[in-house]
């Protein structure tokens, strides 16, 4: 075997100094919440509080307004929780409603990484918010940053007998991944873990962290609910009827790109073999310590784990992580994915236990009219009868539900009109949008506020066609940095600038294959022009059984995206 290439010394980028200085990811975050003068944090300090799992916003809608009478803008953070595999308990999910009311703008984000989101939060309640969150035993500690972030695995029991195993090791391989800096219990809990004359160390990720943020989901065929091939680590369940075995192991996924550098695109992860169930931690750990060794510290927008991939290959790339585990993968054993999306309605899993999957509107828990979602689920929560598990969708499933608790259930939903997934396409049912704005800093265009809208006026066209209850993947982003996985959509709507989307086309069903561009700068009058034009001739033209993204592949709409590959 020919010699292994060495790390590349890059010249760091500012953000690396940042991190560097920053004495273990503390800064001035202390000094930055004490200044009652703004209601801002220093520069260096936006970046250094996204490993404590929160970023500075401002209000955008405000902002030219609020420029114009000479007033800074109107600050505030997100708060990101770290929740492996999306399963909270009903006790968990009271505190964090009512967090969302106490500090937050009165709403929680389920997100496309199956976890929570708190927008609106003032600098002055940020501690408190923090506070909160950790006294239900979650933290939000590397949930943003250059770091391993929320580990995905499929959360829904009733989809295999795998899942409580597969989740539990979602949470192992987070809470191993865990930066080990003290800072975070200092910053927010009051917590003095070390003491005078110590120094905290970070063994597994170093001063400098990783190069850029770092994703891992995990996923149990025939289904890709968490968009395994989107993650820097996707990790395939393999079991033998209902013993998990071991885990088919790919790498170098991710959505983000920048327009006009054709050095940044999208990109779905390779396998690269399978590893006995006994063997996936460490396998983990050296892929993450490759990418830490051998990233991108220089170019941010060259930094993640795909770009290390195909700069080092595929093959160098696997040999490195075999030389350093000492473990030899095997070949991948054979697996197939159906779907992707979620599950709706009741289900009953093997533990006897049942599973409701609920449809929550691009993720949103809120009260709206006479549609009260926040409330229903509150009031689950209060009479105990269930857990929350959020899906890598922005869905939401009702757990561990005893027989004879169902009716009370189905009692409180249908009281808040929540329970009528009878009522929804089969687009809106797969839709996913991004926050956008009014919140997201790098937003060039509306999504998760306009999707809905946007959605209805498409079911009119389906509904012409007969085809309101074909499943269609439709996702949304503001920007091009792919947070809600646009380029595995079906129908794919990226933002341009306000009102202006690129649409791109024919993404496969399961996730294994990336759309492409159709075209570009597409205002909503244009983009239902083309969808009237298209969804018909897939209506009258495809084959039996055909998926939408197929069908426009196969007819020459578009050309094929990327798909998978196995080394």
Not at 69 to 82: N, V
Not at 340 to 352: H, I, L, Q, R, S
Not at 442 to 463: C, H, Q
Request: hydrophobic share 35%; aromatic share 8%; glycine share 8%.
């Amino acid at each position: 075997m020919a010699k292994l290439p060495d790390p590349i010394e890059w010249k760091p980028s500012p953000v690396e100094h940042i991190k560097i200085k920053s004495d273990f990811l503390r800064g001035t975050i202390k000094e930055s919440l004490a200044d009652e003068t703004t209601g801002s944090i220093s520069n260096d300090d936006t970046q250094l509080i996204k490993f404590h799992g929160s970023y500075q916003q401002t209000d955008r809608d405000l902002d030219a307004e609020r420029k114009k009478q000479k007033l800074e803008p109107l600050y505030s953070f997100m708060i990101r929780a770290r929740v492996a595999a999306g399963i909270t308990t009903a006790d968990q999910w009271l505190v964090f409603d009512r967090l969302a009311d106490q500090y937050g703008n009165g709403t929680m984000k389920l997100t496309t990484r199956q976890t929570f989101q708190w927008h609106g939060i003032l600098k002055r309640n940020l501690k408190k918010t923090m506070q909160g969150i950790n006294s239900t035993l979650v933290d939000t500690i590397a949930a943003c940053g250059d770091v391993n972030r929320n580990v995905m695995g499929t959360s829904n029991e009733a989809l295999s007998p795998l899942v409580p195993e597969v989740a539990a090791f979602a949470k192992k391989i987070s809470d191993h991944l865990l930066p080990k800096t003290t800072a975070y219990h200092e910053i927010w809990l009051d917590k003095k873990l070390i003491t005078e004359g110590q120094t905290d160390e970070e063994p597994l990720y170093g001063k400098t962290y990783l190069p850029r943020k770092f994703k891992i989901a995990l996923a149990i065929p025939p289904y890709n609910d968490t968009d395994i091939f989107a993650n820097d680590i996707g990790l395939i369940a393999i079991g033998e009827g209902k013993e998990l075995k071991g885990y088919n192991v790919a790498i170098g996924g991710g959505m983000g790109m920048t327009f006009g550098n054709e050095e940044t695109y999208p990109r779905l992860a390779d396998i690269i073999g399978y590893v006995p169930k006994e063997d996936a931690l460490k396998v983990v750990e050296e892929i993450v310590k490759v990418q830490r060794d051998y990233g991108n510290r220089e170019n941010r927008k060259l930094s993640r784990l795909k770009y290390t991939v195909d700069r080092l290959g595929t093959e160098v790339f696997k040999q490195l992580v075999e030389e350093r585990s000492g473990i030899i993968l095997q070949p991948a054993k054979e697996y197939e994915f159906k779907q992707n999306g979620d599950v709706f309605g009741w289900m009953k899993a093997e533990n006897n236990k049942w599973y409701l999957g609920l449809f929550v509107e691009h993720g949103r828990v809120t009260d709206v009219g006479d549609y009260k979602l926040k409330s229903a689920l509150r009031d689950l929560a209060r009479i105990k009868v269930c857990d929350f598990r959020l899906t890598g969708n922005q869905g939401l499933v009702l757990g561990r539900i005893d027989e004879p608790d169902k009716a009370a259930v189905e009692k409180i939903l249908n009281k808040y009109n929540v329970y009528h997934l009878d009522k929804l396409s089969g687009l809106r049912k797969h839709a996913i949008a991004c926050v956008a704005l009014n919140t997201c800093t790098l937003a060039f265009a509306e999504a998760e506020r306009y999707l809905p809208k946007l959605n209805t006026k498409i079911e009119s066209i389906l509904k012409e066609v007969d085809l309101t209850n074909e499943d269609i993947l439709i996702r949304m982003t503001g920007c091009p940095n792919g947070c809600g996985r646009p380029f595995l959509g079906e129908i794919g709507l990226v933002g341009r600038s306000l009102g202006k989307y690129n649409l791109y086309l024919g993404a496969g069903f399961s996730g294994e294959r990336l759309n492409s561009l159709y075209k570009e700068m597409l205002d909503e009058e244009a983009i239902l022009a083309e969808l009237s034009e298209i969804i018909p001739k897939y209506a009258e033209e495809r084959n039996k059984g055909e998926r939408f993204g197929d069908f426009v592949v196969r007819k020459g709409i578009v050309k094929s995206g990327q798909t998978i590959k196995t080394i």
